[in-house]
């Protein structure tokens, strides 16, 4: 029976010729010259191990085909030979099955954009993780180097460090090393420069402070003080009164009577420094050597090869003084608990 326009709605015409050219056949098909056939392309065949159903797609194919040799669905049995080129056609589709599934899984729209959003999270998490080792670096939280880790300070950029040999007997007198005078006290002043300096509200921020009636300078910075500099005026103020009879006399009756001399403020200096003493403590070693001209009471001197690790002062200095708020360049907002201004 023929009918004009019959369809072959299961066999796209690559289907075939990719599946032939497996089976190593001819690829032209011969079908009978008073057939239009008419080429759709159906969807993807379901998944088998039936040869005839899901590679060549012959499932559905009308019995008028059967005058096709290679479309027929005859149940006559094979010759031996196409037995053979059975098995071949059957071992072969089963060698690129596989592959082909994966080609169309790869390229199955759902699939294709599930890898795409696995990619999008795993960019976005690694984005994040760079995000927060940045943050973490700036917060100073993990600033780690030879000296260990440290907690954050704005001050934390201008540091460095290097090796020297402890002080011992013998050594050069410093220029700190003098009895009082107009020279030493100006060496001190100099040296506390950095005492006072500004701090920026992000600083404040990162440092986690309260800003509530904190000492703020008209221009939005507030006033800060580096605990190395406070040590450092409290040992200027145990200095003066180590030689309070050169410095006494030079004080005005206001200067006396503030509380900077008074015994509670030396025993905060005094405690002030032997906290950050032991906070800081530097394990260098001295050996004591005995000596006939020996200034130390039990005779003996300080000698030492011992080697400590010291902040580099006069970089730290610099940054300070950058900031340093001088006497007379610098207001403050007016002390909620006074009036007028301090």
Same mark, same amino acid.
């Given at each position: 029976?023929?009918?004009?326009?019959?369809?072959?709605?299961?066999?796209?015409?690559?289907?075939?010729?990719?599946?032939?050219?497996?089976?190593?056949?001819?690829?032209?098909?011969?079908?009978?010259?008073?057939?239009?056939?008419?080429?759709?392309?159906?969807?993807?065949?379901?998944?088998?191990?039936?040869?005839?159903?899901?590679?060549?797609?012959?499932?559905?194919?009308?019995?008028?085909?059967?005058?096709?040799?290679?479309?027929?669905?005859?149940?006559?049995?094979?010759?031996?030979?196409?037995?053979?080129?059975?098995?071949?056609?059957?071992?072969?589709?089963?060698?690129?099955?596989?592959?082909?599934?994966?080609?169309?899984?790869?390229?199955?729209?759902?699939?294709?954009?599930?890898?795409?959003?696995?990619?999008?999270?795993?960019?976005?998490?690694?984005?994040?993780?760079?995000?927060?080792?940045?943050?973490?670096?700036?917060?100073?939280?993990?600033?780690?180097?030879?000296?260990?880790?440290?907690?954050?300070?704005?001050?934390?950029?201008?540091?460095?460090?290097?090796?020297?040999?402890?002080?011992?007997?013998?050594?050069?007198?410093?220029?700190?090393?003098?009895?009082?005078?107009?020279?030493?006290d100006q060496e001190w002043e100099?040296?506390?420069?950095?005492?006072?300096?500004?701090?920026?509200?992000?600083?404040?921020?990162?440092?986690?402070?309260?800003?509530?009636?904190?000492?703020?300078?008209?221009?939005?910075?507030?006033?800060?003080?580096?605990?190395?500099?406070?040590?450092?005026?409290?040992?200027?103020?145990?200095?003066?009164?180590?030689?309070?009879?050169?410095?006494?006399?030079?004080?005005?009756?206001?200067?006396?009577?503030?509380?900077? &001399?008074?015994?509670?403020?030396?025993?905060?200096?005094?405690?002030?420094?032997?906290?950050?003493?032991?906070?800081?403590?530097?394990?260098?070693?001295w050996i004591p050597e005995w000596?006939?001209?020996?200034?130390?009471?039990?005779?003996?001197?300080?000698?030492?090869?011992?080697?400590?690790?010291?902040?580099? &002062?006069?970089?730290?200095?610099? &940054?300070?003084?950058?900031?340093?708020?001088?006497?007379?360049?610098?207001?403050?907002?007016?002390?909620?608990?006074?009036?007028?201004?301090?």
């Open positions: 029976m023929t009918t004009q326009g019959s369809i072959l709605p299961l066999i796209p015409s690559q289907l075939i010729t990719s599946h032939l050219c497996y089976l190593d056949l001819p690829i032209s098909i011969p079908i009978s010259s008073n057939k239009n056939i008419v080429m759709m392309h159906p969807q993807p065949p379901k998944t088998t191990t039936n040869i005839e159903h899901a590679d060549l797609g012959l499932a559905n194919l009308d019995d008028d085909n059967d005058s096709n040799p290679l479309l027929s669905k005859s149940s006559h049995p094979p010759s031996s030979s196409t037995n053979s080129t059975g098995s071949t056609a059957i071992a072969n589709t089963e060698k690129y099955k596989d592959e082909e599934l994966d080609e169309r899984d790869f390229m199955h729209p759902t699939r294709s954009r599930d890898l795409v959003t696995r990619l999008f999270k795993t960019l976005l998490l690694a984005g994040l993780a760079w995000v927060c080792f940045l943050e973490t670096v700036r917060l100073g939280v993990a600033v780690v180097g030879k000296e260990g880790a440290l907690p954050y300070s704005p001050a934390n950029e201008a540091l460095s460090y290097h090796p020297r040999r402890i002080w011992q007997d013998g050594d050069l007198p410093s220029r700190f090393e003098k009895p009082p005078s107009p020279e030493l100099d040296l506390l420069t950095g005492q006072n300096i500004r701090i920026s509200p992000d600083e404040m921020h990162t440092l986690g402070e309260n800003l509530t009636n904190r000492v703020q300078l008209e221009d939005g910075n507030y006033l800060g003080l580096m605990s190395v500099w406070h040590n450092l005026h409290c040992l200027d103020i145990l200095r003066k009164v180590v030689n309070w009879e050169y410095y006494f006399p030079r004080l005005t009756e206001e200067e006396r009577g503030t509380e900077v &001399w008074s015994v509670g403020h030396l025993n905060h200096c005094i405690e002030r420094i032997r906290t950050d003493l032991v906070c800081h403590a530097d394990v260098a070693v000596a006939p001209k020996a200034h130390h009471p039990d005779g003996m001197v300080m000698k030492a090869n011992g080697r400590t690790t010291c902040v580099d &002062w006069e970089g730290l200095d610099a &940054w300070a003084r950058k900031r340093a708020l001088r006497e007379g360049a610098y207001r403050l907002k007016v002390n909620p608990f006074e009036k007028g201004e301090v």
